[in-house]
């Protein structure tokens, strides 16, 4: 059995952490229990309709067990030999080294894995299971049904529905505000789309999806909806029902493409080119259908050697943007931790 100890930053960030562990599990028959979902857990009606995957929906101290109790605070805090000692192994290197589909089905002892988040092959076994994903992170009916709804009444007017994930509130730091867009770059892609989209004999709507409120007079011209009162998961599964979605880089608008299954073009620059032969879907985080892999550019890791427009727009948006020393609504994660237990009946949950 593999327990997954950490919570990795708010919802999008946890289910990308998630679906390789569980895609691993399904393949080789492995159980997988979720302990740090509970704060999401109520938006999704069949967190227990696979098999061998379990989300655990509370994890407060009233409500734990012994073993829970092992888990969240006995098991993490003993020092490597007293976990040999118990059967519980210690191998950091041998996760994050990803020699899963070989080694680990066929141990036979407990192993306690730690910081196995960033591993590499996150589209291990990922397509194979996709559908049993999707249906493990369904959506409530209530929010399926508001959202169809919403989107049928589009879809009687035009042939095509254009997701656009506007990212502001945390990006206002993230990268040193590299993916901090105006709205008129926003609206610049979405005309250049419906251009394209027009000259094809196809009539278009965006779908605006924004973590801040949006001022509709900027996109002015254009076809534009919004999810009426949406929450996050709301306009999350909206987006993967779509039939394109723009959006700058963004674990968000990655996983609503791969629910989905919905082409993603990622928006680097403000002033790229755009076509719709450049989108296409995510099968695993980063990692697009077509081969390509995103990855951000050198020079937003580098604080010197900057040349040109690049360096002159890092000194602007670092001067309108300075870094506080507490940023706001930015979700602290503790270190990512791993058990893995070859005999699940050792802890009751």
Known sequence: MIVLRDHPGRLCNRLWSYVPFISFCLKHGQELL?????????????????????????????????????????????PEPALRFTNIYSDK?????????????????????????????????????????????????????KIAQQLEEQRTKHQVVVGVHIRRSDYRWFKRGAYYFQDSTYYNYMAALETELQ???????????????????HFKG??????????????????SLTDYIIGV????????????????????????????????????????????RFTHHDWLNKSTGLKGQAQILLKAQNSAFPEPQVKPDMEKSTDIKYLYMQNSSFFKF
């Open 34 to 78: 979720i302990l740090h979902f509970d704060r999401y857990y109520d938006l999704f009606d069949d967190l227990e309709a696979v098999p061998g995957i379990r989300l655990q929906k509370h994890h407060t101290a009233g409500k734990l067990t012994l073993g829970s109790r092992l888990l969240h605070r006995v098991i993490p805090k003993l």
């Open 222 to 239: 254009l076809n534009t909806f919004q999810i009426s009162n949406s929450v996050d998961v709301e306009d999350l599964y909206a987006l």
């Open 249 to 292: 880089p963004s674990t968000f608008s990655m996983w609503a493409s791969f629910y989905g299954k919905v082409p993603l073009r990622i928006l680097q620059f403000e002033d790229e080119k755009i076509s719709l032969n450049q989108f296409s879907v995510i099968v695993a985080q980063d990692v697009f259908e077509n081969g390509e």
């Open 199 to 217: 000259a094809a004999g196809k009539s278009v709507s965006f779908l605006l999806s924004s973590d801040e409120k949006l001022n509709q007079s």
């Open 93 to 145: 290197d041998f996760w994050e080294n990803e020699r899963w589909s070989s080694a680990l089905p066929a141990h036979k002892t407990h192993i306690y894995f730690k910081s196995g988040v960033e591993h590499l092959q996150k589209s291990l076994f990922l397509p194979e299971h996709h559908e049993k994903v999707r249906l493990l992170f369904r959506p409530r009916q209530a929010i399926i049904y």
